[in-house]
C-alpha cells in the first residue's frame, strides 16, 4: 500500500514470537460479535500469555 514518505524508511521489528494482539471491529457492533469472541477467547488456554488491543469501530 502507498504510504507516505515519513513513513517509507521506518525500522520494523518482527519478532518471532508475537506477544501482542490487534483485535478491531469495523463499524458498528450491534450484535456483540466483538464482546462474543473476547468471551471465547477468554476460555482458551493460551490466551491470558497476550497483551490484547481491542478497537471497536
Known amino acids: 500500500m502507498p ?3 515519513e513513513f517509507q524508511n ?3 521489528e518482527i519478532k518471532e ?6 483485535i478491531t471491529s469495523g463499524g458498528t457492533d450491534a450484535y456483540n460479535i466483538l464482546g462474543n469472541l473476547l468471551y ?3 476460555k ?3 490466551f491470558y500469555q497476550f497483551e ?6
Do not use: S
Open 3 to 5: 504510504l507516505r514518505e
Open 10 to 12: 521506518v525500522v520494523r
Open 17 to 22: 514470537k508475537p506477544d501482542k494482539i490487534l
Open 40 to 42: 471465547e477467547l477468554k
Open 44 to 46: 482458551q488456554h493460551w
Open 52 to 57: 490484547y488491543y481491542v478497537v471497536a469501530g
